[in-house]
């Protein structure tokens, strides 16, 4: 009877306009209405309106920050923030981080399903064949200045590649060169995919770069016979063929091998960073992506929205809290301190996640495995006394400020090895799947790509004349006018 009764629900909404007294019906669909429905809902100015509020051409949604706005339907991730959960296509983030490989996953988040082996292998094949990097490219990276931050090298680097593949730009080759693949056009389907290859294949190539360029060491080629993680690491730290952890090579040689260990952790935060639904990054790769430009440049896109502070600066954030605090014994007055808002607790609580980040636990113990082999970063143990102080603290549970991931995942790159302006990079080598993803599956959707233009809610002045220079009232104060630089000539 339930089931028939849930059947028989109006699955609308009613809509009352208290200005008109009209009524208006919209049907609910996944729980989401259509926002151009509110379109329909016009009225004639009342006293307080102004003529830029355009109350005759219907009603606008205001929702800054996108707090409660979806923009697509998608079939990729999947976040419960009350409940503390995250699925890649369905699959339990905790499942794949203890069973999976970044590879198999991004063939999951990719394509929606888990892969054969013969399906992995050449999707394994493909993207790894596709990490070597053109010679000019060397010239491209030494341009930079020796101190340049990576995540600019890296960002620069994306929207350079793209201009290497013309066959993949739909400015040159036509607006529908990606689209068409919704249609059943294999050759676009094809083109797409080459370019998925690349990207993947190429992400740890070009970071590994923007890491070894600042360090003045000539770039190393991309291994074969290695894992993802594991060749990113190769290209990252080798130098010579006498470096640490040592494996015989057949020819009676040694050759450079990633600590193992430290390879599957890498490949563990790379899952856990694939993807984390319509986050700023993603939506900006579609945001870009909507115009129809090459994925280089979408991607390139989103590389920049990570660089803020506060997307991808997070885990850089929590080793600069930890050092500031000093030791355990000043955790109590920091807290204290968070508390009278004079400081700001990093790695504590998320946008989404109201309970707990589902990715921190699992980081937990990656943490561990890590710190068997590196030994403990002197930070640890006021991380943990910060850990153990906030779970306890009242203040801090009632607002739901669990650890998240960037608490662990900073500590866990301090002790690799990897400077602090290099942790972002880290985020963005894993992200670019889940960026492909959504862009593909806009690619692909049935409907074809709207270019994405949202509304605003104008406040700024009305109508007014123009009036001659000479004829002016100087307008002044802090923010009002261009601020006067110093020159050093």
Known sequence: MGQDTKARRDESLTVIDNRTGKQYKVLISHNAIPAPFFKSIRAPSGPNDRPEDESERGLRVSDRGFLNTAVIESRITYIDGDNGILRYRGYPIEQLASQSSFLECAYLLV????????????????????????????????????????MAILTSAFAYLGSYYG??????????????????????????????????????TLAAMAYRVRQGREFVVPPTGMSYAESFLFQLDHLSHSDAFKTT????????????????????????????????????????????????SAIAAGCASL?????????????????????????????????????????????????????????????DEVFAVTGADPLLNTAMALH????????????????????????????????????????????????????????????????????????????????PVEERQAVEGVGKEPSVMVHSG
């Open 111 to 150: 394509y929606g399903s888990l892969p054969t082996r013969v399906q992995l292998s050449h999707f394994d094949r493909e993207v790894l064949n596709h990490g070597v990097m053109h010679a000019d490219v060397a010239g491209f990276f030494r341009a930079f200045r020796y101190d340049a931050h990576p």
């Open 167 to 204: 066959e993949a730009n739909p400015s040159l080759q036509g607006q529908s060169l990606y689209t068409n693949a919704a249609k059943g056009d294999l050759a676009a389907l094809r083109n797409m995919d080459k370019q998925i290859y690349r990207l993947i294949g190429k992400a740890t």
């Open 388 to 467: 153990d102080a906030a779970l306890k603290d009242d203040y801090f549970v009632s607002r739901k400020l669990a650890p998240n991931v960037d608490f662990w995942s900073g500590l866990i790159y301090r002790a690799m090895g990897f400077p602090m302006d290099f942790f972002p990079v880290l985020f963005v080598v894993p992200r670019v799947v889940g960026w492909l993803a959504h862009w593909r599956q806009m690619m692909l959707s049935p409907e074809g790509v709207k270019i994405w233009r949202p509304r605003q809610v104008y406040v700024g002045p009305p109508e007014r004349p123009y009036i």
């Open 307 to 367: 660089y803020g502070p506060l997307h991808g600066g997070a885990n850089e954030a929590v080793i600069r809290m930890l050092i500031s605090i000093g030791s355990p014994e000043n955790v109590p007055e920091f807290l204290a301190a968070v508390k009278r808002r004079e400081k700001v607790l990093s790695g504590f609580g998320h946008r989404v996640y109201k309970t707990s980040d589902p990715r921190s636990f699992i980081i937990r113990k990656v943490a």
């Open 249 to 296: 090579s057949t020819s009676g040689g040694t050759t450079y091998k990633p600590h193992p260990v430290l390879v599957r952790a890498l490949d563990i935060l790379f899952i856990l960073h694939a993807d984390h639904e319509l986050n700023a990054s993603s939506t900006t790769v579609l945001q870009t992506g909507s115009s129809l430009p090459d994925p280089y």
